[in-house]
């Protein structure tokens, strides 16, 4: 659905917006893959103030008197998408000054109005985290977004307890953040310029501690070694670019000596480490890419890493993620289906792209999967998810339908054509405007 | 699923089958040229497509290797690549697509830098590939020739089946050179065209008018030359364009010179339906997966059907990648088409027949009839399928790959 008809009434906007997601929505007669539990066949799902409400068989559930009631027979729907690494948004972090950026902030530089959210909504994408690239040890602070109709960049995030916008921290190895000084020309100095920067934050730590009371004994406020004071203390994930097998052992090494949680990410030799990974606990945010290489450190990618990971026991620690525009968010739900060509179930390859992907963003409390109380963040499916037959025809998040393919403009982010590419019009362009801009 | 060989023959009669022969029977045999046979087989003798039918009527010669398939199509046709040129690395030392010495080079040949060990061409005989249609990159006005490949061998000799197909152009932003070198723009591009056309055209008549009198003959030029061969009309020029602009330059180009054209890329071939299909010229639509920004930003995957609709002949390619997947897979990309719209039948045919059509090879390729090539690839169910695997493939009769992708 276009922010368009949002805007048209800025003024009644909210409170429209508000009475839309207070109506008691329910689902009936689809099959339901909650992901948490079993597929259910001929389902409810119910929904409302932007939670679920209730969901199960539908011998179990009975819809609330004055629900809206939407026939879902034929169809599937399952919990929203979550893409653990996306560079949707148009958005850079950290510039080519330095190879350590923790204070530069992905909030800062998304523009809500990029395409590339629009085509994520019609990949069944509702919660991404958004990144900067991996040309940096260090690259900055992503974001976590609910991928909702907003016109502000704080409108899409989510936030911590604090209140502060949620997001983690980019890092990378092996050879994009390989480059003439100041940056490191080799694995052993990126590795040192890391640890250094994480030995000067705790000195800061030791500094800011010393002075107590004292004000005048602070040392000057650093707002690089606050933020990677916050991957110590656990408040921020580490996100971590890291493809070959060695670099992967790396950064393990690196997050025990520090004591910050990391999720791996790309992680294309994983399989070759597999063990090493589930030793750590580590969760690995894979890439599925049609071909190996491209470059040297993706040389060596095979599918077949989330198996290898599930064969070991550990399925919990497989996610996905589109990493958009390496792969297209709009067919998400191939990169879980070539990972099942490639020897993993079913269940685990749609786990790695919902609940799996929220637990690796600190979000598997409150979406992920189809239960009581969590966001009423879905998809209806035309078919089974890891068809390559099936079409998204709906993405719902918090309760308010966002993508709906029958509606022309919206499948013009699904399947491109004149103008897609653009980013989304200034809400007052088009007042009334049915047409497509051309 | 395994590819399983049977030995029929008991070890007497094994020596009268041929190293080209053998069978294939499968649940489903897409001949593609007609109706889907069920529980049908493939018989191959020689190279050749032997018989193909049902397996209740056509016996099994004595002494053939027999494989077995779900499903079985003819060997898939990547109507445009630059495998073979371009490698995986992705390091100076494998990619030989492009050389950026100047903007129109038609005199380098694709056979002279085709590593036919590449293994990106592994990977795409694994996907059931058996033919590419590979050369010098878009991304120059006119960067090389190109060639036609089946997906076997050590060298570009054991591998190639036509040598030069056509000479591959760029209009648009992607061949544009930057800082003040030309062509800075869409009109010194055409214009750099014509003036390239009509040298070629001078060194034709002149070669013409010397007739066997040596003496008189201009001097030998490689350049002219190759495009010697398109005013002849013996090779198309592949115009790679995603604008409607740009392939309206390219029409009107083909339509100066009457030259033969296959449209590439044409992202926005939609909006240019019409004069497109006046024209005649096929096209080998860029990738569905291909990423839809810059000069693909209006891009849709609506296309295929379009162009079907408007009884425009068109095919699917892998294309050309800069970065990471280093090679697309046509599998993969007919899929998406099959799921927008084309069908699986639809889809099938845009990397088989219809690509062979394009290559002016479909006396040979991209069908299951008698007399064609035993080019054979083998599945495990839907070919197009995200969990299906391609499980063996077949070329001439040889089967080259076995593996499970």
């Known amino acids: ?45 119910v929904v409302r103030d932007g939670k679920i409400l209730a969901v199960g068989a539908r011998s179990d559930i009975s819809v609330p008197a004055g629900a809206r009631v939407f026939d879902v027979s034929g169809k599937q729907l399952m919990p929203g998408l979550v893409d653990t690494h996306s560079h949707v948004g148009g958005g850079w972090g950290a510039d080519s000054s330095a190879p350590i950026q923790p204070d530069v902030r992905m909030l800062d530089a998304i523009n809500c109005r990029d395409s590339g959210l629009q085509r994520a909504q019609a990949g069944g994408i509702t919660t991404l985290n958004i990144m900067s690239g991996s040309g940096h040890l260090m690259s900055g602070q992503t974001l976590y977004v609910k991928n909702r109709d907003a016109n502000t960049v704080e409108a899409l995030c989510y936030r911590f307890a604090d209140g502060e916008p949620m997001g983690g921290m980019k890092m990378a190895n092996g050879t994009n953040s390989q480059r003439p000084p100041p940056f490191p020309e080799t694995r052993g100095k990126s590795a040192a310029l890391v640890r250094e920067a994480f030995v000067a934050a705790l000195e800061y730590r030791r500094k800011v501690q010393a002075a107590g009371d004292d004000a005048t004994k602070l040392p000057p406020r650093d707002l690089g070694h606050e933020a990677l004071l916050e991957l110590v203390d656990g408040k921020r994930i580490v996100h971590h670019h890291t493809h070959r097998h060695d670099d992967i052992a790396t950064v393990l090494r690196l997050s025990k000596e520090f004591g910050f949680r990391v999720v791996l990410h790309h992680v294309s030799e994983a399989y070759k480490v597999a063990d090493l ?21 993706a040389s060596e990618f095979d599918a077949r890493s989330a198996a290898e990971l599930e064969r070991l026991g550990a399925p919990q620690l497989v996610g996905f993620h589109t990493d958009d525009w390496i792969t297209d968010s709009r067919v998400f739900l191939r990169s879980a289906a070539l990972a099942v060509r490639a020897g993993v179930s079913r269940e685990t390859a749609l786990a ?85 801009p051309k | 699923m395994k590819l399983i060989s049977t030995c029929v023959a008991v070890l007497a009669f094994a020596a009268q089958a041929l190293a080209q022969d053998l069978a294939v029977r499968a649940e489903l045999v897409h001949t593609v040229s007609g109706e889907p046979l069920r529980n049908g087989v493939v018989i191959v003798r020689a190279g050749k497509i032997a018989a193909v039918g049902a397996q209740s009527n056509t016996p099994i010669p004595a002494g053939l290797r027999v494989l077995e398939a779900k499903v079985v199509t003819p060997g898939l046709v990547d109507a445009h690549s630059v495998v073979g040129l371009a490698g995986y690395l992705n390091q100076a030392q494998d990619q030989d697509q492009l050389d950026p010495s100047a903007p129109i080079q038609p005199e380098l040949r694709a056979i002279d830098a085709y590593n036919a060990r590449e293994r990106l061409i592994v990977w795409l005989r694994e996907h059931g590939v058996t033919t590419v249609h590979t050369g010098h990159a878009p991304g120059a006005l006119i960067s090389g020739q190109t060639m036609v490949v089946k997906t076997r061998g050590e060298t570009v000799e054991e591998a190639v089946i036509v040598p030069f197909a056509m000479l591959a152009a760029t209009l648009g932003a992607d061949s544009r050179a930057s800082g003040d070198k030309s062509p800075g723009t869409a009109g010194k591009q055409a214009a750099m065209l014509r003036e390239a056309l009509i040298g070629a055209r001078e060194y034709q008549r002149k ?67 019409e004069p497109i299909k006046a024209a005649g010229f096929p096209v080998i639509l860029h990738p569905p997966l291909a990423r839809f920004a810059g000069e693909l930003e209006n891009a849709s995957r609506a296309t295929p059907v379009a162009l079907r609709d408007a009884g425009i002949l068109f095919a699917f390619q892998s294309g050309y990648e800069e970065y990471v997947p280093k090679t697309r897979v046509v599998l993969f990309e007919a899929a998406i088409a099959a799921a927008h719209g084309l069908g699986p039948q639809g889809a099938l045919k845009a990397v088989t027949l219809d690509a062979a059509r394009i290559l002016g090879l479909e006396q040979r390729l991209g069908s299951l009839d008698v007399g064609k090539d035993g080019d054979l690839a083998l599945f495990d169910g839907d070919p197009f399928e995200y969990a299906s695997h391609c499980i063996g493939a077949v070329i001439e009769g040889v089967v080259v790959s076995e593996a499970v992708r």
């Not at chain 1, 589930?278 to 690995?284: G, I, L």
């Not at chain 1, 992907?357 to 969590?374: C, I, Q, T």
Request: aromatic share 4%.
């Open chain 1, 1 to 45: 659905m276009r922010r368009l008809s949002l805007a048209l009434f800025l003024a009644a906007a909210p409170s429209a917006l508000a009475a839309a997601q207070s109506e008691t929505l329910a689902f009936v007669g689809g099959r339901l893959l909650p992901v948490s539990g079993a597929p259910l066949d001929d389902g409810v799902l």
């Open chain 1, 277 to 297: 990974i589930v030793a750590a606990n580590a969760p690995c945010s894979l890439i599925v890419i049609d071909t190996p290489g491209g470059k040297l450190e």
């Open chain 2, 207 to 273: 070669l013409a008018a010397a007739g066997d009198d040596a003496a008189k003959r201009p001097e030998r030029d490689l350049r002219k030359e190759a495009l010697v061969a398109l005013l002849e009309r013996r090779v198309p020029l592949l115009v790679t364009a995603q604008r409607h602009q740009d392939i309206a330059s390219a029409l009107r180009l083909a339509k100066e010179f009457e030259l033969r054209i296959v449209l590439d890329g044409a992202a926005e071939a939609y909006e240019m339906l």
């Open chain 1, 352 to 436: 790695g792209l919902t609940l799996n992907a929220a637990r690796m963003l600190d979000l598997g409390e409150r979406v992920g999967s189809l239960e009581v109380g969590k966001d009423a963040d879905f998809i209806v499916l035309s078919g089974d998810p890891l068809s390559v037959y099936t079409r998204v025809e709906q993405t719902w998040v918090d309760g308010a339908k966002v993508f709906d393919l029958s509606d022309p403009k919206d499948r013009r982010w699904a399947d491109g054509g004149w103008g897609a590419g653009m980013p989304r019009m200034l809400a007052t362009c088009c007042l009334g405007d049915e047409e497509d």
